[in-house]
């Protein structure tokens, strides 16, 4: 079993629509969990952090985490074209001073 | 603040032959890692440094080498290039191992003929 499993394949969304990606994650003592978005080409950034069950909203940005079912989610309200990229979702496996990736999903928005 | 700096950004090298790829962080942060990303792979760790001084094996440690040599910097070392290390090399930093909000260099794309 994988650590962090992304399995969606490409999401396309139109613009001004809510897009929705899920991971879940193997490790039931993982402690912080995180979202990160890659441009073509370019390295990965982060764009959310979340260390408790429930949501955290940063701007358009919502992470939700159900420790209990082990996954976590990230809604994006309002997709504008710049949210087109790959979101890869990070997991700190208990007791890990490391980070444990997912392959990613990738978004695409269509104006 | 530069935050994390990798160099070079791409690299070309013959089968064989060795580098050292370069990466430095103004962030004052305790613990650094490489990472390799291939298409359908995802990032995959290859070594990692927790504090100044110590260096352990990731994932993917094979056919590398690594070095802390100071806070600022962390280098990875290929010693016979071979084509499977064709790859797009990330460098991250974090403040401390257990947060762990990482924060990444630009990448080195390398090409092993």
């Known amino acids: 079993q994988k650590e962090v499993e992304q399995n969606s394949g490409p999401l396309s969304v139109p613009e001004g629509a809510i897009a929705s990606l899920n991971c879940t994650y193997s490790?039931?003592?993982?402690?912080?969990f995180f979202w990160y978005r890659q441009y073509s080409g370019k390295s990965p950034e982060l764009i959310m952090s979340?260390?408790?069950?429930g949501d955290k909203e940063d701007g358009r940005f919502t992470a939700q985490l159900n420790k209990a079912s082990q996954y976590v989610s990230l809604l994006i309200r309002d997709s504008q074209p710049s949210d087109s990229a790959t979101y890869l979702c990070?997991?700190?496996?208990?007791?890990?001073?490391?980070?444990?990736f997912g392959k990613g999903n990738q978004v695409v928005v269509i104006p | 603040n530069a935050g994390v700096t990798q160099t070079p950004k791409f690299q070309v090298l013959k089968t064989g032959q060795s580098m050292t790829l370069q990466c430095a962080q103004d962030?004052?942060?305790?613990?650094m890692y490489w990472y390799r990303q291939d298409p359908g792979m995802g990032l995959r760790l290859i070594y990692y440094?927790?504090?100044?001084?110590?260096?352990d094996k990731g994932e993917v440690p094979n056919g590398y080498n690594v070095s802390r040599l100071n806070k600022r910097e962390f280098s990875l070392r290929l010693e016979s290039a071979a084509p499977s290390q064709t790859s797009v090399y990330f460098c991250a930093s974090t403040p401390s191992g257990m947060v762990n909000e990482q924060f990444f260099g630009p990448g080195t794309r390398l090409t092993v003929l």
């Open positions: 490790d039931r003592g993982s402690q912080s």
């Open positions: 979340i260390y408790s069950n």
């Open positions: 990070a997991v700190t496996p208990y007791g890990n001073n490391r980070l444990a």
């Open positions: 962030m004052n942060h305790n613990s």
């Open positions: 440094s927790a504090s100044e001084g110590t260096t």
